[in-house]
């Protein structure tokens, strides 16, 4: 198949891209192509495996994807009919969920910092949610790969966590910024400028430096930010991988003694139709992220999984997870312009971790968040401004900064995603249902949060404050674990029940710490991929897995 795909205004990927046939039985079949799908398919192809990975939507060229429009921006999103429930239904689509090859790493704002050492030892720690399978070390050199690979940007010295640096020099802090960075120094708060993001601060290899434009949410039109898409994507086709757009997997078919024989998916066929088709595979990744995997694992019910594949625990879509995002507006008597520069250019991480003097467990981190116009009048909607009353408070939009509370909610069996009674989609596949809620500690956390927030800004100079309630990241739903009775996958993210079936995405997290999970969801993939490339040829995927298997990276 000949590609001629702009990844940014000097980069076209114009080449010839390997083909499969369905019928041909490759080493790994990948459904997802975002921050663990996309790494994986460029780890395996480098490797010498062959990959076919598959993606529900097209091809995002940055000439004709990547507009300068909120509204024009919708067919980044994955916008395929889901249904929420619970206290409180989670919205989908332009925040938490992207269609297309990148994933939801083409609209993500490009924050990347790292988990910290205490979210792999939350239940040790705090009593609360579960420890992981792993430790922070484990994963340690994977986020250092990764942030010269995606590249990050940062400062010399992140403080929180384990200490670190970043590769790349920050990039300047836009007027947003400043206002998180004025709030919190004069509070005593400790706060860094220009990342951790996703964006290089100045030109690297055919992708330019950013521009400053302020429009990474709609998918960034100059190439500079970030994605699998121009990041890994290019790699894996150069090694020989397919990347097989508009294939919607909807089931993972078995051979008679319960290994995974492959993936069934609907094709837009050379005359329009869907048609049905099966990828066969030696081995099959689920990396359709929080909704997808479950849905797709859950509708792959058979005589020998009748409750859903690889879901013997009963874990498959439980422990749902969603960050607590609420936006904090402060209006600024001088003008702000918060459109300008990234939305993800200044962070604070000083309220992480558990404080004994708080009345709830965990913490949270403050980011800049920048909404442009559309977005900005959602959010003053949800304030109680309507009607001409809107309109006047869109006249001061270049007055306002909003940060954003980015939250830990804690794992909890009751936030799940499990499969609609009677919906479907456009091809006839069961769509998800979500229930979500919120609990005692998660709502303790959120209202400290908001008050912090809004101190910052007032501190800075803010007149007037408010918030509405956001939740972003969906992670969790197909948890790793050290046994196979607690989870659905272990520490390398292979199922406990079929020896070769993975789950690599942000499904697999245990906790979510109050980080951004892009570049952990990365480092995982890529883990794994290490694990793989020499768990294959020693014949593991033969049989299931064992507690804590042995094989080493």
């Known amino acids: 198949?000949?590609?001629?795909?702009?990844?940014?205004?000097?980069?076209?990927?114009?080449?010839?891209?390997?083909?499969?046939?369905?019928?041909?039985?490759?080493?790994?079949?990948?459904?997802?192509?975002?921050?663990?799908?996309?790494?994986?398919?460029?780890?395996?192809?480098?490797?010498?495996?062959?990959?076919?990975?598959?993606?529900?939507?097209?091809?995002?060229?940055?000439?004709?994807?990547?507009?300068?429009?909120?509204?024009?921006?919708?067919?980044?999103?994955?916008?395929?009919?889901?249904?929420?429930?619970?206290?409180?239904?989670?919205?989908?689509?332009?925040?938490?969920?992207?269609?297309?090859v990148g994933g939801s790493t083409i609209h993500y704002a490009g924050f990347c910092p790292r988990l910290h050492p205490s979210d792999f030892r939350v239940r040790s720690l705090d009593g609360v949610a579960v420890d992981w399978p792993m430790a922070y070390e484990d994963l340690e050199p994977y986020y250092a790969r990764m942030e010269r690979e995606y590249p990050v940007s940062g400062p010399a010295l992140y403080p929180w966590g384990k200490p670190h640096g970043y590769p790349y020099a920050p990039l300047q802090a836009g007027t947003a910024g400043q206002q998180l960075l004025e709030g919190c120094t004069k509070?005593?708060?400790?706060?860094?400028?220009?990342?951790?993001?996703?964006?290089?601060?100045?030109?690297m290899?055919?992708?330019?430096?950013?521009?400053?434009?302020?429009?990474?949410?709609?998918?960034?039109?100059v190439g500079a930010k970030s994605s699998t898409l121009v990041s890994h994507i290019p790699s894996a086709i150069a090694n020989g991988a397919e990347i097989r757009t508009a294939a919607m997997a909807f089931e993972i078919g078995l051979h008679s003694d319960g290994s995974a024989r492959g993936v069934r998916y609907f094709r837009t066929g050379a005359d329009g139709t869907r048609v049905e088709e099966e990828q066969r595979a030696r081995a099959v990744v689920v990396a359709g992220y929080a909704i997808e995997s479950p849905r797709l694992l859950l509708n792959s019910t058979?005589?020998?999984?009748?409750?859903?594949?690889?879901?013997?625990?009963?874990?498959?879509?439980?422990?749902?997870?969603?960050?607590?995002?609420?936006?904090?507006?402060?209006?600024?008597?001088?003008?702000?312009?918060?459109?300008?520069?990234?939305p993800a250019c200044a962070i604070t991480e000083e309220f992480y971790e558990t404080d004994p003097r708080n009345d709830f467990v965990r913490g949270y981190a403050l980011q800049t968040?920048?909404?442009?116009?559309?977005?900005?009048?959602?959010?003053?909607?949800?304030d109680g401004c309507f009607g001409e009353g809107l309109v006047q408070a869109m006249q001061d939009y270049n007055h306002y900064a909003c940060l954003g509370v980015l939250g830990e909610i804690l794992p909890d069996e009751r936030n799940y995603v499990s499969i609609d009674p009677t919906a479907k989609d456009r091809d006839g596949i069961p769509v998800p249902y979500s229930h979500f809620n919120l609990f005692e500690n998660d709502q303790r956390m959120i209202r400290a949060g908001i008050r912090r927030a809004e101190e910052v800004l007032r501190t800075a100079g803010a007149t007037e404050t408010s918030s509405v309630h956001r939740y972003a990241h969906l992670v969790g739903t197909c948890r790793m674990g050290s046994s196979p009775s607690v989870s659905v996958v272990d520490e390398w993210c292979?199922?406990?029940?079929?020896?070769?079936?993975?789950?690599?995405?942000?499904?697999?997290?245990?906790?979510?710490?109050?980080?951004?999970?892009a570049i952990t969801i990365s480092a995982i993939a890529a883990?794994?991929?290490?694990?793989?490339?020499?768990?294959?040829?020693?014949?593991?995927?033969?049989?299931?897995?064992?507690?804590?298997?042995?094989?080493?990276?």
């Open 1 to 100: 198949m000949k590609l001629h795909v702009h990844l940014s205004p000097n980069w076209v990927l114009d080449t010839d891209m390997r083909e499969y046939r369905p019928s041909e039985e490759v080493d790994f079949c990948i459904i997802g192509s975002g921050a663990g799908g996309g790494v994986l398919a460029q780890r395996l192809a480098s490797f010498g495996f062959s990959v076919v990975a598959l993606e529900a939507g097209p091809w995002h060229d940055s000439e004709e994807s990547m507009v300068s429009d909120e509204a024009g921006s919708n067919p980044l999103y994955w916008q395929d009919l889901r249904i929420s429930g619970g206290s409180e239904p989670l919205e989908f689509g332009a925040n938490n969920s992207g269609r297309g």
């Open 187 to 203: 509070l005593g708060i400790r706060v860094v400028a220009g990342g951790p993001v996703a964006i290089p601060a100045g030109a």
């Open 205 to 221: 290899g055919k992708r330019p430096h950013c521009i400053m434009r302020g429009f990474c949410l709609l998918g960034c039109k």
């Open 302 to 342: 058979s005589a020998q999984f009748p409750d859903g594949l690889a879901n013997s625990s009963g874990k498959v879509g439980k422990y749902l997870m969603a960050q607590a995002g609420p936006v904090v507006w402060g209006r600024f008597p001088e003008m702000i312009r918060q459109y300008k520069a990234p």
């Open 369 to 382: 968040v920048s909404p442009l116009p559309i977005a900005m009048a959602h959010i003053l909607s949800e």
């Open 494 to 517: 292979r199922s406990w029940d079929v020896p070769n079936l993975f789950v690599c995405d942000g499904s697999v997290l245990p906790t979510q710490g109050s980080a951004n999970p």
């Open 527 to 553: 883990r794994t991929a290490d694990w793989m490339r020499r768990a294959v040829p020693a014949g593991e995927l033969a049989h299931r897995p064992t507690r804590r298997e042995a094989v080493s990276v």
